[in-house]
T-cell receptor, first 114, second 116 residues
């Protein structure tokens, strides 16, 4: 069984300040982990993924995430928030393998203020 | 690369009618496609997994006779909501899995269905 817990349903930051979106996972196997972003009324865009290579994963738009097995965490960070980062972010886990089912976290809404 | 489209992007229909939603992988062959449902301010819930040329596998609690899925080719899957009711109103999102890139799924832009 696999599960994902996103610890914050809502995060608000000022433009130009760091972003931290927290995610903890549970998986019986070596997991693949993803972060997806969803803008209002849009589909999901892949930000980054971890698949047992480097534990620090760099994604698009300046986002990165660090896989910490000892803490079962995969937190998403960005050094400096931009207004366009305001969106819903989903942490996702799947067991490694082709076409594996994805298990989604409940999402974190990121608000960026001036 | 790895672009998925959905059509229509939004649809309004009367209760009791059927609605078909298309999901296409534009620049890759998707041996497996997934259909999700998302209620307002909630996460995505997997409805079914479809493999090209075979019957879809539905998640527990999803009525297969109500949500008909066809994956007739490596680039097209369709979801038909039969005899739609207001409670079927939701945001439906598909994803495609290109076999060559492990388990990454690429998502379509979604279809908003409103049943009156």
């Amino acid at each position: 069984a696999q599960s994902v817990t996103q610890l914050d349903s809502h995060v608000s930051v000022s433009e130009g300040t760091p972003v931290l979106l927290r995610c903890n996972y549970s998986s019986s196997y070596s997991p693949s982990l993803f972060w997806y972003v969803q803008h209002p009324n849009k589909g999901l865009q892949l930000l980054l993924k971890y698949t047992s290579a480097a534990t620090l994963v760099k994604g698009i738009n300046g986002f990165e995430a660090e896989f910490k097995k000892s803490e079962t965490s995969f937190h998403l960070t960005k050094p400096s928030a931009h207004m366009s980062d305001a969106a819903e972010y989903f942490c996702v886990v799947s067991n490694t393998g082709t076409a594996s089912k994805l298990t989604f976290g409940t999402g974190t809404r990121l608000q960026v203020t001036l | 690369g790895a672009v998925v489209s959905q059509h229509p992007s939004w649809v309004i229909c009367k209760s009791g009618t059927s609605v078909k939603i298309e999901c296409r992988s534009l620049d890759f062959q998707a041996t497996t496609m997934f259909w999700y449902r998302q209620f307002p301010k909630q996460s995505l819930m997997l409805m079914a997994t479809s493999n090209e040329g075979s019957k879809a596998t539905y998640e527990q609690g999803v009525e297969k006779d109500k949500f008909l899925i066809n994956h007739a080719s490596l680039t097209l899957s369709t979801l038909t909501v039969t005899s739609a009711h207001p409670e079927d109103s939701s945001f439906y999102i598909c994803s495609g899995h290109p076999h060559s890139v492990g388990d990454t799924q690429y998502f379509g832009p979604g279809t908003r269905l409103t049943v009156l």
